[in-house]
């Protein structure tokens, strides 16, 4: 019972509150350590051969450390009083979803654009995105909004409670333990996580760890999309068509089940420090992509993660009744 009042105070607090600015937030220290521990790694390892082991030692650290720190923090305040537990437990929980932080992201973008303001909307999206805004057209800046609200729904707000409920599922470990590890994955993956120097061998291990990490609860996502959407075998054809042309395992099937869904058409050539770099097209260009598209986009994973929720409630009671 206590697990399940967890999830919902968790989901509530990123729902209404999200990361408010200026406090502190598990991501950031994991950013930190992870800046400092790369440095130091990179100035110590020159082979290729030792910038893959420690590249294993980085992922290993990273990850184990930060799901082991979650579960000892947690211990502590159950400790000192079963309420001050619930309490730290919701807060770290809701710190690993990010429903809340996609959705400011994308209305900070959309709102100067509403008004034909693309200079501003194309300085605000640098700050979500990596690829090259300077001179990204209005529909462009619509694609690129679309894309980070897709992908980012499963590896920010769907696979983080799905490691959560895994976690309460298994007697010891907890809610928060496997959220954390798996948002220090993610996060890795986001910072050492690339195929150039100087991280070609150091963040490999980081990269096809996040992989394997996100490809069931991707994969699960996907599908409940499609049941939500009522076409289900249309959406699934879609993604079997277009999501396995993407070099990445999930992301491609992340987007493309919203694009099936919604009628547009995602990817194309994107430019990255001048250099062009072409995706895969996901989806059929039925309809263009509009701020409409993208507010749909977020209820419907809004409503994916309400399903979940719901579901893990009721296996968390069918569990502890037994």
């Keep these: 019972m206590t697990s399940s009042v967890v999830l919902i105070l968790a989901a509530l607090l990123d729902y209404l509150i999200g990361d408010p600015w200026g406090w502190p937030h598990p991501v950031q220290v994991m950013g930190w350590v992870i800046s400092r521990l790369t440095k130091f790694l990179i100035l110590v390892c020159h082979h290729s051969l030792t910038q893959r082991i420690a590249g294993i030692f980085l992922g290993i650290t990273l990850i184990f450390g930060s799901g082991c720190i979650g579960w000892l923090i947690i211990q502590m305040a159950k400790a000192l009083h079963p309420l001050w537990g619930m ?17 400011t992201a994308a209305n900070h973008v959309l709102k100067p654009l509403t008004v034909g303001d693309l200079e501003s909307a194309r300085n605000i999206l640098s700050n979500y995105v990596g690829r090259d805004t300077q001179r990204l057209s209005e529909a462009e800046i619509l694609r690129a909004v679309l894309e980070t609200v897709t992908e980012n729904a499963t590896d920010g707000v769907m696979a983080p409670l799905f490691y959560a409920v895994v976690g309460a599922c298994v007697p010891g470990v907890g809610l928060i333990p496997l959220a954390l590890a798996y948002k220090a994955s993610s996060t890795l993956d986001s910072m050492v996580g690339y195929r150039q120097a100087p991280y070609t061998y150091l963040g490999w291990f980081s990269a096809r760890l996040e992989d394997y990490l ?8 996907v599908i409940t999309l499609a ?21 990445s395992p999930n992301s491609g099937w992340s987007e493309c089940a919203y694009a099936a869904i919604l009628g547009v058409q995602m990817g194309g050539t994107n430019w990255y420090g001048g250099i062009p770099k072409p995706k895969p097209l996901l989806g059929d260009a039925i309809h263009p992509i509009t701020p409409t598209a993208i507010e749909t986009a977020l209820l419907l994973t809004r409503y994916a993660f309400l399903l979940w929720l719901a579901i893990a409630i009721a296996l968390l009671f069918i569990l502890i009744n037994r």
């Design 214 to 221: 996100t490809w069931l609860p991707c994969r699960l996502t």
């Design 87 to 103: 309490v730290v437990e919701s807060i770290l929980l809701a710190s690993c979803f990010a429903f809340k932080s996609l959705r």
């Design 227 to 247: 049941l939500l959407s009522r076409k289900p075998f249309y959406v699934w054809r879609m993604c079997c068509r277009d999501a396995v042309k993407d070099p």
